[in-house]
């Protein structure tokens, strides 16, 4: 019998757990698919008997006993709103059939109207939000965030990296007083911090280091690397409100990437001013002059965030 090889072995079981991992996954996709468009013929016949009132629902429910508690009353009106909302055609090019039915009726339930819920849904999926994860979009009101345009002086490369609020509920009020303060707390909280920054974030560094060739050291409050766009992006972190000088500064650390950290791989650095207040003329104005990609995000704590989200709201409406 020949000699097992270590190495080769725990190379051979990595790979088997690997092969169980990905086919019980897609086993569990197809799996829910199914069940979710079981669902949505069910509340399609349902919906076919309105006239007949909760009574009909209330006698099915009693008869579908025996296929276990997923068919009570209260599941199976479920399932009828479900089907009054969407078509067949939209549920099979949907997402909706890649989400576990007990995050699907969360977002109908907290949803306000059906392009919300179609935001939810695409959103899931995209982000592999847990139901947990989901109702704390819902708390910090991600959709509304989401129609606010930040301020860009790139629109078409940064919307997708940029977003007009960030919600710091993992942050309190009392624990920021400096810029170092925040910086920390974010850095503690970082799964959290990457987490609402959207995906694609990845940590390079705090205060991290440029060797620069004059011998002078410089040093970036964050700098991050986002997988989507293939491109570093230098965080400046500001207390409070923005000033046009800090768009210089950043700019000349967004060169300074360029020259000393990018390469041929990677795309033209990014930089993202991350503050409390902008004063929006000063924004606009600066950003004409940038060659450079460049985005404010203006951050909130979470007790902070509804009222300023009703503000901004109005001014777009």
Request: glycine share 4%.
């Amino acid at each position: 019998m020949q000699e097992i090889i270590e190495k080769d072995f725990l190379n051979d079981l990595e790979k088997i757990k690997r092969t169980i991992q990905t086919n019980r996954n897609k086993a569990l996709y197809v799996v829910n698919s199914a069940m979710i468009i079981t669902y949505y013929q069910i509340g399609s016949i349902i919906n076919k008997r309105k006239k007949w009132g909760n009574k009909y629902i209330q006698r099915l429910a009693d008869d579908l006993r025996e296929y276990g508690r997923g068919y009570s009353r209260e599941q199976l009106k479920r399932m009828a709103r479900f089907s009054s909302l969407f078509n067949e055609e939209e549920i099979g090019a949907q997402v909706v059939t890649q989400i576990p039915w007990g995050t699907i009726v969360l977002i109908m339930m907290k949803a306000a109207n059906k392009d919300e819920m179609l935001w939810y849904f695409g959103q899931t999926v995209k982000n592999t939000w847990s139901r947990a994860n989901v109702l704390k979009q819902f708390q910090n009101q991600a959709y509304q965030r989401h129609q606010i345009e930040p301020m860009t002086n790139e629109p078409e490369l940064l919307n997708e990296v940029v977003k007009d609020t960030l919600s710091f509920d993992f942050i309190s009020k009392s624990d920021v007083q400096t810029e170092q303060d925040l910086k920390n707390k974010l850095i503690d909280n970082i799964i959290l911090f990457l987490q609402e920054l959207g995906q694609g974030f990845a940590l390079v560094g705090k205060e991290y280091r440029l060797a620069a060739p004059n011998g002078r050291n410089y040093y970036l409050d964050l700098l991050m690397y986002h997988t989507k766009i293939h491109a570093y992006v230098v965080v400046e972190v500001k207390l409070d409100i923005v000033e046009p000088k800090d768009f210089g500064q950043l700019n000349f650390y967004i060169n300074a990437v360029n020259e000393l950290e990018k390469t041929t791989d990677d795309n033209d650095t990014v930089g993202i001013l991350l503050c409390k207040n902008v004063n929006n003329f000063e924004v606009q104005t600066t950003l004409k002059g940038m060659n450079n990609p460049i985005g404010v995000s203006k951050y909130r704590l979470f007790e902070e965030l509804p009222s300023y989200l009703e503000k901004r709201l109005k001014e777009i409406e």
